[in-house]
Structure formats: C-alpha cells, structure tokens
T-cell receptor
Framework: QQQVKQSPQSLIVQKGGISIINCAYENTAFDYFPWYQQFPGKGPALLIAIRPDVSEKKEGRFTISFNKSAKQFSLHIMDSQPGDSATYFCAAFAAGNKLTFGGGTRVLVKP | KAGVTQTPRYLIKTRGQQVTLSCSPISGHRSVSWYQQTPGQGLQFLFEYFSETQRNKGNFPGRFSGRQFSNSRSEMNVSTLELGDSALYLC????????????FGPGTRLTVL
C-alpha cells in the first residue's frame, strides 16, 4: 500500500522556470512532511519540511504548499537552475512511526 | 559535526552469500533507520533501532536483520543473498524516535551476481 503518492515521475524544465512536484497522502496521522533532494551517488538530503498547521513555507527558491483538507502538498522550485537537477522525494512522518516516502521525481533543468 | 557514515560504499557478492553493512550515526543521534532504494520500488523502510532495540520494522523477509550497539552504531545483515537484493542501502539517523528529521548517509551500493 503506497501511502504517499508523488507525481510526476519526471519533469524537464528550462533554466529560470518553475518546477512543481505534487504529493498526496492518505494517513491523517501524518504530522510532518519533509522533502528530500538526492543527487546521483549520494544519499537523500533534507531540503525543506512543513507541518500541517502551516499552509506554506518558503526557503530561498524552494516553497512547500500544504492543503490539509485535500491531504495534498507540493514543492515549487522557483527560478530553476541546472544545479537543481536531481531526484526529489516527498515524505510523511507520524510520531512513533517510520518515514514514508513518495516514489520520487527526477527533475532535469535544461540550460 | 561529522555526518552519517556508511561502510563499505560498494560491495559485490554472489547469490547465496551473506553481507554485513555498517552505519555510524551523527554524534548524539541515538536512532538509526535503514532503507533499501531500488529503481523499481523506490525508498523502502527496513527497520529502525533506538537504544539497541528495534522500534519499527518494514515488510522485508527475515533474511534482513539488524542490530545496534551501545555507541549507537548499527549493522545490517542480509543472509542468503538473492539477485533482487541488489540495491542502494541507506542509513539515516536522528536524535530520538520522537524527533522527526532524519539525516542520511551516502549509502552502500550492493550488487548481487
């Protein structure tokens, strides 16, 4: 059972464009939603995270939007750069439980 | 602070063999989790250890086992290796099971021939 569904699986964006990745979850016990960035040959690195009592969180060019009623959240990468080319994973965590990951989105930023 | 370290980084084994992977968490972190990453299945949770006790377990066969030592270092063992066990095995640490931010190591790339 996939508890966190992530889309799209891959996307290509021009330099300077906006990358948007969407995730949906089912378990209402989830109370922490991190996004991880992974480069080839590296482990995932925490990018930005949000809790359900906040509808939006911005850190630099990265913004998470959260819709609690729809059980959806998304990552926006503004002014995408070639260095942003990586695989992005959304995840969800319930206290006392494990981190559940989405399937991942491979982002390619073309110069 | 040094990050999560994993050894070895690369490993090649043959079917039927067993393998042990090691993980050293960030200093002060007492929780260690293990994940298997494959192109087809993505990131799948194996198990989590805290204070030498297994706290959570994913849906993997009993061939996959782990342990944690008193210094929080953890090992993962896979016995009777199968071709499908070829994957990147990731270790992540956090301060405690109640603290949600996990920090990942670089992983061990296991290839089973």
């Amino acid at each position: 059972q996939q508890q966190v569904k992530q889309s799209p699986q891959s996307l290509i964006v021009q330099k300077g464009g906006i990358s948007i990745i969407n995730c949906a979850y089912e378990n209402t016990a989830f109370d922490y939603f991190p996004w991880y960035q992974q480069f080839p040959g590296k482990g995932p690195a925490l990018l930005i995270a949000i809790r359900p009592d906040v509808s939006e969180k911005k850190e630099g060019r990265f913004t998470i939007s959260f819709n609690k009623s729809a059980k959806q959240f998304s990552l926006h990468i503004m002014d995408s750069q070639p260095g942003d080319s990586a695989t992005y994973f959304c995840a969800a965590f319930a206290a006392g439980n494990k981190l559940t990951f989405g399937g991942g989105t491979r982002v390619l930023v073309k110069p | 602070k040094a990050g999560v370290t994993q050894t070895p980084r690369y490993l090649i084994k043959t079917r039927g063999q067993q393998v042990t992977l090691s993980c050293s968490p960030i200093s002060g972190h007492r929780s260690v989790s293990w994940y298997q990453q494959t192109p087809g299945q993505g990131l799948q949770f194996l198990f989590e250890y805290f204070s030498e006790t297994q706290r959570n377990k994913g849906n993997f066969p009993g061939r996959f086992s782990g342990r944690q030592f008193s210094n929080s270092r953890s090992e993962m063992n896979v016995s009777t290796l199968e071709l499908g066990d070829s994957a990147l095995y990731l270790c992540a640490s956090r301060t405690s099971t109640g603290q949600d931010t996990q920090y990942f190591g670089p992983g061990t790339r296991l290839t089973v021939l």
